[in-house]
């Protein structure tokens, strides 16, 4: 019965490393203003933000994310997460383990000119060394990982990630970093809804 008559969710996202009281409050508050934005019934339809995953960028070994990435590999090969939002460093990661979109065939040509003061960026070439270096004999460790907001130090720059650190409901979600972003998953679900989440965050 609960399964039958649940909300269908209309948006589906993660907030990695955003597990505390305080984020819950200001997640609640985020998807209320944006369900009230867009005159969205509750009733019939559900945006849902999850805040329990922690992924540390620093995590060489890949022990501490182990969990994590299970999931979030099963959830984009799914197509059941739209995006992933946190901090830049660990969304950077995440860009070069190939979970997001690259935004140039998401977006069309005014949509594009719209989000690019935005775009956050991964190097191709940088990740084709990566995704090569046991091939090659290369530690993957010692490879330099470009500075995302800095597509001028990159051979070939991707925009992968929108830049949200000046948005204030992000802020009261992440206390804890002033570098925020999110990435849009591969086999994003709801794209006319991610869309219209976007506009809502860059224009708050």
Known sequence: ????TAPEVILNGV?????NIEADTARNELIADFSKMLEID???????L??????????TSG????????????WTAAGTVDFIGGDHASLTKLAYNGYFLDLREFLNKDELKKYEPYFLYMDAAVSNTLDNSLENDVDSATVKIPDCTDPNSMK?????????SKNAKFGEIYTNSDALAVGLAQNAPNKEMLLEFLDFLIEE
């Open 42 to 48: 509750t009733k019939e339809y559900e945006v849902t």
């Open 15 to 19: 907030l990695i490393n955003a597990h």
């Open 63 to 74: 022990t501490a994310n182990y969990e994590s990435v299970q999931a979030l590999m099963a």
């Open 1 to 4: 019965y609960q399964k039958v």
């Open 50 to 59: 999850n805040t329990s995953m922690h992924y540390s960028a620093d995590d």
């Open 156 to 164: 070939e720059p991707i925009p992968v990630m929108i830049d949200l």
